[in-house]
């Protein structure tokens, strides 16, 4: 584990480290770099988001209404529209 500190010059260790929700490694970067913040990557959020509105959303036109909802959260920069913006992903998603 140890190893991952040779890829950074010993006073610039990452403060984030992004990574795909692989157990072991989000694992050894809390010990090796316990100060950094470990983030998910959103390719593999919106992935694993698709996956799973393909499994229990039908017709395939409401998956992509329930996806454009999605991004509309994820890609939220103010605020005040966030809010606004799940819920109206929650009725996207109601039945």
Not at 5 to 13: A, I
Not at 55 to 70: G, I, K, T, Y
Not at 74 to 91: H, K, S
Request: proline letters at 4%.
């Amino acid at each position: 584990m140890t190893d991952l500190k040779g890829f950074f010059r010993v006073d610039s260790y990452p403060m984030v480290v992004v990574c795909d929700r692989n157990i072991s490694l989000m694992n050894a970067i809390k010990i090796v770099f316990p100060e950094a913040y470990n983030l998910l990557c959103r390719f593999h959020i919106d992935k694993n988001v698709k996956s799973k509105c393909k499994m229990l959303v039908h017709p395939r036109e409401a998956c992509d209404q329930v996806m454009q909802s999605w991004g509309s959260i994820v890609d939220c920069d103010i605020v005040d529209a966030f809010e606004d913006r799940v819920n109206a992903f929650q009725v996207v998603c109601s039945p």
